[in-house]
T-cell receptor, first 114, second 113 residues
Framework: DAGVIQSPRHEVTEMGQEVTLRCKPISGHNSLFWYRQTMMRGLELLIYFNNNVPIDDSGMPEDRFSAKMPNASFSTLKIQPSEPRDSAVYFC????????????FGPGTRLTVL | QQQVKQSPQSLIVQKGGISIINCAYENTAFDYFPWYQQFPGKGPALLIAIRPDVSEKKEGRFTISFNKSAKQFSLHIMDSQPGDSATYFCAASKGGGGNKLTFGTGTQLKVEL
């Protein structure tokens, strides 16, 4: 069982550059979540999908952030342009059902924007 | 607005002791309360969860106590072990499904020998 796979594990970029974070959920899971973790704000839900459809994106900070889920096995979180305050650990999580149950987290992507 | 307040921020316990972490929530619509454990460099993992129709849930050395009237819930780790050293997050959600989890700020637990 591979678990949730995220790539890259670490990303260092310069302000203004585009950043794309990738997530492969656990096979057969129908819900996918993107979280951001910082010391100041803790763990925050950015967006979640059910059956590849975005359900709630109210946590997305601003228009610079966008997320897609083109199929059941792949999702991306894109930041364009990136800013230093976007530096954080970004987690992807998946869940078997669409209305409850345990969320399984990936190992995270540590993003540093210089 | 922080909807789930967690304390303490850090905790040091001797091996074999009891670790207690507390959380308080504001939104009375919350009806699912999980605890997550996170080791350095890893994502959070579900430890134990409770719904408000029970006041206590126990799984091995881990127990959640829930006080609906006070809007508080706590995690008790009995016989704490060095391997329990991690960051613990409480969370809450509404709608019964645990969709939009609101997390506490985390407690860094260290269990000393």
């Amino acid at each position: 069982d591979a678990g949730v796979i995220q790539s890259p594990r670490h990303e260092v970029t310069e302000m203004g550059q585009e950043v794309t974070l990738r997530c492969k959920p656990i096979s057969g899971h129908n819900s996918l979540f993107w979280y951001r973790q910082t010391m100041m704000r803790g763990l925050e839900l950015l967006i979640y999908f059910n059956n590849n459809v975005p359900i709630d994106d109210s946590g997305m900070p601003e228009d610079r952030f966008s997320a897609k889920m083109p199929n059941a096995s792949f999702s991306t979180l894109k930041i364009q342009p990136s800013e230093p305050r976007d530096s954080a650990v970004y987690f992807c999580a998946s869940r078997p059902g669409t209305s409850g149950g345990e969320q399984f987290f990936g190992p995270g992507t540590r993003l540093t924007v210089l | 607005q922080q909807q789930v307040k967690q304390s303490p921020q850090s905790l040091i316990v001797q091996k074999g002791g009891i670790s207690i972490i507390n959380c308080a929530y504001e939104n009375t619509a919350f009806d699912y309360f999980p605890w997550y454990q996170q080791f350095p460099g890893k994502g959070p993992a579900l430890l134990i969860a409770i719904r408000p129709d029970v006041s206590e849930k126990k799984e091995g050395r881990f127990t959640i106590s829930f006080n609906k009237s006070a809007k508080q819930f706590s995690l008790h780790i009995m016989d704490s072990q060095p391997g329990d050293s991690a960051t613990y997050f409480c969370a809450a959600s509404k709608g019964g499904g645990g969709n939009k989890l609101t997390f506490g700020t985390g407690t860094q637990l260290k269990v000393e020998l």
